[in-house]
């Protein structure tokens, strides 16, 4: 019974996340930059950068333009892209700035 109830769970968890959508990028330098809705009905993301730590985040569409903003401690992180999938990412942490050219893909 307990083997059902945790695989129904396990299958309930797959089927949810399956309505989430997110984005694949790579900059113009080959880093990678995945980034998740956290559900449906909201506009918070995660944000991971070259399959390591998920950040929390932003996002906001204005027009065709999709923004994703991530804070960190002594900087941050803002992405913009059109929905054809060519963008920027802007990245600051201490006194280091740094502009890339992305270009995205959008998964379902």
């Known amino acids: 019974m307990k083997r059902i109830l945790i695989g129904t769970l396990l299958l309930y968890s ?10 694949i990028c790579k900059t113009d330098t080959g880093d990678y ?3 998740v809705s956290k559900g449906e009905q ?4 995660l944000v991971q950068v070259n399959g390591g730590k998920f950040y929390d985040g932003h996002s906001m569409l204005m027009n065709n333009m999709l ?36 270009h995205c893909n959008f998964r379902k």
């Not at 797959?14 to 997110?22: E, F, H, R």
């Open 33 to 35: 930059i995945d980034i």
């Open 42 to 45: 909201t506009n918070d993301v």
């Open 14 to 23: 797959t089927v949810a996340n399956a309505t989430q959508s997110s984005v």
């Open 67 to 102: 923004i994703v903003t991530v804070d960190f401690i002594e900087g941050g992180m803002m992405l913009n892209m059109d929905l054809s999938g060519k963008g920027d990412m802007l990245m600051a942490l201490k006194d280091k700035n740094a502009r890339y050219s992305l």
